[in-house]
């Protein structure tokens, strides 16, 4: 059984062709002359809570939410509860009993073998993201003999391993790695290959920006200059080192001032932002409350346009979502309580369809490359060819078509198809998600991923 979707134009190329794809429901044919075919999204920052905290979201809600969302791959940070260290869990650890009644004695483990353990088939594939510090607690660096093993290739020639979930990054996300600790986490880097992502922003106190809406709302702000201490800093051991740093959610112009002027050198320095610092500024904490709680926080208006600007120059690298799951109960504990972060993954490209595409800051084909190509390549693979995939093609009249279930290779073709001209309302109580914190529900927004297919099978479709 297949679905076909006839009259789709490929993103890069402008070609119009026909989609064939397995499906395991009745033989459908849709026209699909509105619709684009691009390769699957990517997000390498995600949080699925999985495990410790599965009352805000799991392995398995996360997934169903990426897929829904556009995205093929996604890589997990390593805030677990344990966290992702590779070391062993003890009995009595929150969230100890979840991996060791598994079976497994570390996090990493566990959530390499989620399917067989829980008897599910996820629809997105997923990559790790190790601790850059034992227990994530910046005191001692951790220890690649823990997680080695994990690297996406274990073992030479023969002996070779190809991990199904590889770790492909190393980070204290929701921290910056500490000074202290910072360079042996670099020379970790360097011997085994991974890139560090750093979580631009320190601070010990406050809630929103500094500013007038923080004056306003009576809760202390978090100075700009808090995220560029990160970022010099970072951007000068760079310099020193070689070793590859990727600054997470950057939100503030001096910042990426900073990183402009570091890739201008041509130093090993790449960056991301996030969906809601192109839609939002702190002003809008005063419509939206703690749901527009974040870290770093949202920043002036000025900062968006920048930001705005930082991804029309290239500057920025890639646009990843930060998902980050919360209870609304948790949400709802104001300013000074309530836990940072909103989930993206069901409308982040929409929303950035709106905010960047709609404005006319950047167009579609820019939009796939900071959404798709971009994450691939920072996680050390490259997007889907869809032009290669063509070359195995056959024109049947007057296009081409591209039968999935015939191409070579075709466990590895990850796609989306996108509807880059439709117009639809945010409902998070449609999300996939089990979470609900999110600003932008009711926002009418344009751009919707329409089916994503992951390794040529359908995944998620809204048909």
Not at 82 to 96: F, K, N
Not at 202 to 222: M, Q
Not at 351 to 365: F, M, N
Request: with cysteine.
């Amino acid at each position: 059984m297949a679905l076909t979707l006839h009259d789709i134009t490929v993103w890069d190329t402008g070609e119009t062709i026909d989609l064939v794809v397995p499906d395991e429901g009745p033989d459908r044919d849709i026209a699909a002359d509105d619709l684009t075919l691009a390769p699957g999204l990517e997000d390498p920052h995600v949080h699925f809570r999985d495990p410790g905290q599965t009352d805000k979201e799991d392995m398995v809600t996360g997934c169903a939410a990426a897929a829904a969302g556009g995205y093929t791959n996604v890589l997990i940070m390593p805030n677990t509860v344990p966290a992702m260290d590779g070391e062993t869990v003890r009995r009595g650890e929150l969230g100890a009993g979840e991996v060791l009644d598994a079976g497994y004695d570390t996090v990493i483990d566990y959530l390499q073998h989620y399917e067989q353990v829980h008897r599910v088939t996820l629809p997105v594939r997923y990559e790790l993201c190790v601790a850059a510090t034992k227990g994530r607690a910046g005191l001692e660096a951790s220890d690649p003999e823990d997680w080695a093993w994990y690297l996406p290739y274990h073992g030479d020639g023969k002996d070779a391993a190809q991990i199904a979930h590889p770790v492909t990054a190393m980070s204290d996300d929701g921290s910056a790695v500490p000074e202290a600790v910072l360079r042996q986490v670099l020379s970790n880097c360097e011997r085994t290959g991974l890139y560090l992502i750093e979580h631009c922003e320190h601070h010990d106190t406050g809630a929103v920006n500094a500013g007038p809406v923080a004056e306003r709302l009576g809760v202390p702000g978090i100075p700009e200059d808090t995220e560029l201490r990160i970022v010099a800093r970072d951007i000068e051991l760079a310099r020193e080192t070689g070793v590859h740093i990727h600054f997470q959610h950057v939100s503030t112009a001096i910042s990426f001032d900073a990183i402009r002027k570091a890739k201008q050198e041509g130093l090993p320095i790449t960056c991301e932002t996030a969906p809601h610092y192109v839609a939002l500024c702190d002003e809008d904490l005063l419509r939206y409350g703690t749901l527009a709680k974040m870290n770093p926080p949202l920043r002036s208006a000025a900062d968006r346009e920048a930001t705005i600007a930082a991804v029309a120059d290239g500057t920025v690298d890639l646009i990843a979502t930060d998902h980050a799951p919360h209870t609304l109960a948790e949400k709802a504990a104001g300013f000074l309580d309530a836990p940072n972060g909103i989930i993206g993954l069901e409308c982040a490209y929409a929303v950035c369809h709106k905010a960047l595409v709609d404005s006319g800051a950047i167009d579609d084909a820019r939009l796939i490359e900071l959404m798709s190509v971009a994450p691939a390549r920072l996680m050390g693979h490259k997007a889907t060819d869809i032009a290669g995939l063509l070359d195995h093609a056959p024109a049947q009249g007057a296009k081409r078509v591209l039968d999935l279930r015939s191409v070579p290779g075709a466990d590895l073709v990850d796609l989306v198809v996108l509807d880059t001209r439709r117009s639809w309302t945010v409902d998070p109580e449609a999300f996939r998600s089990k979470a609900r914190n999110t600003p932008f529900g009711g926002w009418q927004v344009t751009g919707m991923p329409m089916a994503t297919i992951v390794g040529s099978r359908l995944m998620s479709a809204r048909w």
